[in-house]
């Protein structure tokens, strides 16, 4: 009777666990392998904003201005490594898809 009374709280709080683990799964684009997201995506941006607001507001009189010297080099280098890499990730997908069994 102990071990039955212990075994059914087991079972139920197994039984939960294991639900939870595979709802939680997302599939991984290209490799298709399954990876566990304890969190949304959805929740993730928000909390994203949320300190992105905080950040900006502790660092209020810190941040330059946008038409800042500094500001505006750093925009154009910015700008010109995510074209490079945009450039780069669109060849390797299309070289990848051609290889690829998937």
Same mark, same amino acid.
């Given at each position: 009777?102990?071990?039955?009374?212990?075994?059914v709280?087991?079972a139920?709080?197994?039984?939960?666990s294991?639900?939870?683990?595979?709802?939680?799964?997302?599939?991984v684009?290209?490799? !298709?392998r399954r %990876?566990l997201?304890?969190?949304?995506?959805?929740?993730?941006? !928000?909390m994203?904003?949320?300190?992105?607001k905080?950040?900006l507001k502790? !660092?209020?009189?810190e941040?330059?201005?946008?038409?800042h %010297?500094?500001? @505006?080099? @750093?925009?154009r280098?910015?700008?010109?490594? *995510? @074209? *490079? *890499?945009?450039k780069?990730s669109?060849?390797? !997908?299309?070289?990848h898809?051609?290889?690829?069994?998937?």
């Amino acid at each position: 009777y102990i071990i039955f009374g212990f075994g059914v709280p087991f079972a139920g709080v197994t039984a939960a666990s294991i639900y939870a683990y595979y709802s939680c799964l997302d599939k991984v684009p290209y490799t !298709n392998r399954r %990876r566990l997201l304890a969190t949304s995506l959805q929740w993730e941006a !928000n909390m994203g904003h949320e300190q992105y607001k905080v950040l900006l507001k502790q !660092n209020q009189g810190e941040i330059l201005p946008n038409d800042h %010297r500094a500001s @505006v080099t @750093v925009q154009r280098v910015g700008s010109r490594i *995510a @074209v *490079a *890499a945009q450039k780069c990730s669109q060849e390797w !997908n299309v070289q990848h898809k051609i290889t690829s069994p998937y």
